[in-house]
């Protein structure tokens, strides 16, 4: 019972900050002195000048019928809420007019997802490994190698980072492609070999780039856990060093680097911008990209609320799961 | 049982040491419960520590050695030295904290807690449950507390909890270090209760620090008085209660209240001395209000006086033995 009245609580809470989150995202394009429909038609008389008073208001209507732009801005709001919550649909994308913004998620989401989930799970593991290590065995001389790479890569800003593993392996040694070319989209062993080849660089960029995070930040967790008084205890018992590893120090160095990792894997569906932009990968971080650049308003509308769903849903599985790995919060 | 001999160890800190326990002789014998007593800082966890063969930097031994001799089954006896007593752990000897708050792994429940501290691969899970929820039974407490995890507890239940852990695999020796503080007097007793309880029915021997005079006073049967490091005096604890040879002691024991005494009680005045850089001689000498200018230069040998009692003190031996015995006779 009490758990049922703390899942409904949550489930309010996650309906309010999708609201929020969407209609913040809906208003603050429209508060912008440029408007959409007049920077096309302002670019059609550009092209051809010969076009009547007439002819512009109907394509002006036509347009912002399309785009949904008709009426007032609470009708404009109400249409909105209906069309993405009803259909999921966020209309056409004014840049590739006319293919639908949904049908540009749907092609691009597989791809991020490929390469920042396991990029990211890889990074995860690795780093928590690699600081758990470094914290419980400080005096060994691999552990310090260990935490002395993990805090050379930290501070290295990504783009910088990126940029030379690019020149490194595409230009230096050309062991990778520097952009992604598929030429067929066929299931078959030569396209999965060409995806992996063109992922491993930016897979690598990210998963090097966040295990510096992981292995300090795990690292300090262990180093206080392992002066908690329960590990010393453990220690008096006459327990094992593996033992005491395993089943003292893991569990209570995990739960907060859990609650990360969940949250990191919401932010999966930003994409990881500057990553897809420097190594060309057809994923979200690049359509927001394009939305933002070619100022596609439904494009970012689309992408951005992905983003706003999936981040709350990963919050949301945290909040719910979290009493299952810790019993001092659990509700009974 | 456990002997210790002409014991000396130090804490290093940088370019310091500290000379935490200083010439200690000391026997645990057999079936008894010996209290170690002493204000904060006298070294009385520093000696816990040694006995309990946790010796490991910044903690060295210096001098003297440590002797512990636990049956090993089939009539055979082992003897372990110092560092080497570690091996006994928890099967020889335990250990139970103070502060039972922390020294529970927050994120797994008492029954696995047991499963780890007993560590027996050849009994199978079900059966090894049945034994502990048995011996809980034993100690009246409740046998849910097994699948509870340990913020679901009070801190009396847990320190329960914590003796049960210890005394589960009837060790030769449990130490218990401070096992009543931050508790209430009532569960205090309780707690005590449990001890003294364990202590009769296992018939082991039970190392108990307290700086309470209260605790030594209800369960221990042998009392060992430290001051700065040493040892002032060793011997039945009814036998220092009523008749302490020691001038420290003698000022401890009249500094406590009774029921019906109601004169002013005074404190020892003055401090502690610090263990970096001790007085030459008797290291109580500057608070003592009987000391000699032999106090401040000769360290007092160990007088032994009937029965096991034991006082490290100038006024016992040499040319003001009579004196003090008059006076003390006043």
């Known amino acids: 019972m009490k758990f049922l009245k703390f899942l409904g609580t949550r489930i309010i809470t996650f309906v309010l900050v999708i609201m929020i989150g969407v209609t913040t995202i809906f208003f603050v394009p429209r508060f912008m002195p440029s408007d959409p429909v007049e920077n096309m038609i302002g670019q059609m008389i550009s092209k051809q000048s010969n076009m009547t008073p007439e002819a512009i208001q109907l394509y002006r209507e036509s347009l912002s019928d399309t785009f949904g732009l008709e009426g007032s801005l609470g009708e404009q709001y109400v249409g909105f809420l209906k069309k993405v919550f009803v259909t999921g649909d966020f209309g056409p994308s004014l840049a590739a007019y006319p293919t639908p913004v949904m049908d540009m998620v749907r ?14 799970l890889i990074s995860w593991l690795l780093g928590n490994f690699i600081g758990l290590l470094a914290g419980f065995r400080k005096n060994k001389w691999y552990a310090k190698i260990l935490e002395g790479m993990a805090v050379f890569l930290y501070p290295i800003p990504y783009y910088v980072f990126a940029l030379a593993l690019i020149m490194i392996f595409c230009y230096v040694i050309p062991v990778f492609p520097l952009s992604m070319t598929l030429d067929n989209m066929a299931f078959d062993w030569s396209t999965i070999s060409t995806i992996l ?8 960029s990210l998963i090097l780039v966040g295990l510096g995070w992981w292995v300090i930040s795990t690292k300090a967790l262990t180093t206080s856990v392992v002066e908690e008084d329960y590990v010393y205890y453990a220690k008096l018992k006459g327990l094992s060093q593996q033992r005491i590893m395993m089943r003292y120090i893991t569990p209570n160095v995990a739960l907060p680097q859990i609650t990360t990792l969940a949250l990191q894997i919401g932010g999966v569906f930003n994409g990881a911008l500057i990553t897809e932009i420097l190594f060309g990968y057809p994923g979200l971080g690049k359509l927001i990209y394009t939305g933002i650049v070619q100022a596609d308003y439904n494009l970012i509308m689309g992408t951005i609320t992905i983003s706003i769903v999936s981040i709350t849903i990963a919050t949301f599985v945290v909040d719910i799961i979290y009493p299952f790995l810790d019993p001092r919060i659990r509700n009974t | 049982m456990l002997k210790l001999t002409n014991v000396c160890a130090q804490y290093e800190t940088g370019h310091d040491v500290v000379r935490a326990v200083d010439h200690v002789n000391l026997e645990i014998r057999e079936n008894e419960i010996m209290g170690i007593a002493g204000e904060s800082g006298c070294g009385k966890s520093t000696l816990m520590k040694l006995m309990y063969g946790l010796i490991e930097y910044p903690l060295s031994l210096t001098d003297g050695s440590i002797e512990l001799k636990v049956a090993e089954g089939g009539g055979r006896h082992g003897t372990f030295l110092n560092e080497d007593i570690q091996k006994q752990w928890w099967k020889g000897i335990s250990y139970v904290p103070q502060g039972a708050m922390h020294v529970m792994n927050p994120v797994s429940k008492i029954k696995s807690q047991f499963f780890d501290a007993v560590c ?7 059966q090894l449950e049945k034994e502990i929820a048995e011996y809980l039974n034993e100690l009246e407490l409740p046998r849910e507390v097994l699948s509870a995890y340990p913020h ?3 801190g009396g239940m847990r320190q329960r909890v914590l003796i049960a852990l210890a005394t589960f695999l009837n060790p030769e020796i449990v130490f218990a270090d401070e096992p009543t503080t931050a508790l209430d007097v009532v569960v205090q007793r309780g ?28 369960i221990t049967d042998r009392l060992c008085i430290m001051y700065a490091g040493q040892v002032l005096e060793v011997g039945p604890t009814m036998k220092i209660f009523e008749n302490p ?7 401890l024991i009249h500094a406590l209240p009774r029921i019906g005494d109601n004169s002013q009680k005074e404190g020892i005045k003055g401090a502690p001395p610090s263990l970096k850089n001790p007085p030459a001689g008797c290291r109580f000498s500057p608070r003592c209000p009987h000391c000699a200018d032999e106090c401040r230069k000769k360290r007092p040998t160990e007088t032994w006086l009937d ?5 490290s003190c100038h006024l016992l031996t040499g040319k003001r033995r009579e004196s003090f015995a008059e006076m003390e006779g006043k």
Request: net charge positive; aromatic share 4%.
């Open chain 1, 197 to 204: 080849k063109n992922s491993i660089l930016p897979a690598l």
């Open chain 2, 191 to 218: 707690i005590l209760n449990m001890l003294s309880r364990v202590h009769k029915k296992t018939k082991n021997s039970m190392v108990m620090v307290s700086h309470d005079m209260g605790v030594h006073y209800q």
């Open chain 2, 307 to 311: 029965d096991g009692h034991m006082a």
């Open chain 1, 107 to 120: 092609r691009a989401v597989p791809w991020t997802l490929g390469l920042m989930l396991t990029s990211t």
């Open chain 2, 245 to 251: 040879r020691h001038p420290y002691t003698q000022m």
């Open chain 2, 120 to 126: 027996d691969k050849s009994k199978d899970k079900k």
């Open chain 2, 152 to 154: 679901q507890l009070s």
